[in-house]
Every structure is written in structure tokens, then in C-alpha cells.
């Protein structure tokens, strides 16, 4: 089992910056995907960005392309979300998901074996 924490919301102004932080816990995530999801109030739960095993591939939704970072740190079992000029429609709950394989990318959220609780972003204007 793994346990997936986030960490690093919080209310930031519009061109602001953040950096989320997803802790795996239970076990290593070294070989495992990672993914960074978000919902918004009464949407659907969608793909931001993702990350290979290795570290050495990524993927982006086009809306944060170019904005947003996906890495990770396997000695530390972590994955993190650098958010770079950040706009009123990134506010959401965004959540980190893990899974179990070496294939890449992985965008569809019944992909995903294992999630955190998420952590609130909310970007004014």
C-alpha cells in the first residue's frame, strides 16, 4: 500500500508561485509513475502533469505548459508541482496519484492505483 501526502497549498495572487509537494509513504515510489491532478468547484477531476519513473520524461496538459514543473527526488520518495505565473483558473484542489508501472505517460484518472488527499490552491485576482 502507498500513502500519498500533499503539502504546500495555500492562497497566492495572481502571477504568484507555489511549489506542492506529494510525500510516498509505505513504500518506495522509485519505480512507480506520478501524476498531478486538480479539481475545481463542480468540474470533473482533470490531468495537469505527469512524470516516468525516472524522472527523465514529463507531460503537461497544454493550459500549463511552459508554467508549471513536474520533478521528483526518489531518494526522498517525493514528487513535487513548481506552479510559475499562476492565473485565477488554476484554483483547485489538486491531488498527486501514483502508479505502479514503466510506461508513460499515464493521463486518465482510473490509471492512477493510489491518491493523496489533496491540497487546496487558490490563486486571487
Do not use: H
Not at 57 to 71: A, D, H, K, L, N
Not at 89 to 98: M, N, P, Q, R, S
Not at 100 to 113: G, H, Q, T
Amino acid at each position: 500500500q502507498v500513502l500519498l501526502v500533499e503539502s504546500g497549498g495555500g492562497l497566492v495572487q495572481a502571477g504568484g508561485s507555489l511549489r506542492l509537494s506529494c510525500a510516498a509513504s509505505g513504500r518506495t515510489v522509485n519505480n512507480y509513475a506520478m501524476g498531478w491532478f486538480r479539481q475545481a468547484p463542480g468540474k470533473e477531476r482533470e490531468f495537469v502533469a505527469a512524470i516516468n519513473w525516472s524522472g527523465v520524461s514529463t507531460y503537461y496538459t497544454e493550459p500549463v505548459q511552459g508554467r508549471f514543473t513536474i520533478s521528483r527526488d526518489n531518494a526522498k520518495n517525493t514528487v513535487y508541482l513548481q506552479m510559475n505565473s499562476l492565473k485565477p483558473e488554476d484554483t483547485a484542489v489538486y491531488y498527486c496519484a501514483a502508479r505502479r508501472s514503466a510506461n508513460f505517460p499515464w493521463v486518465k484518472r482510473d490509471e492512477y492505483d493510489y491518491w493523496g488527499q489533496g491540497t487546496q490552491v487558490t490563486v486571487s485576482s
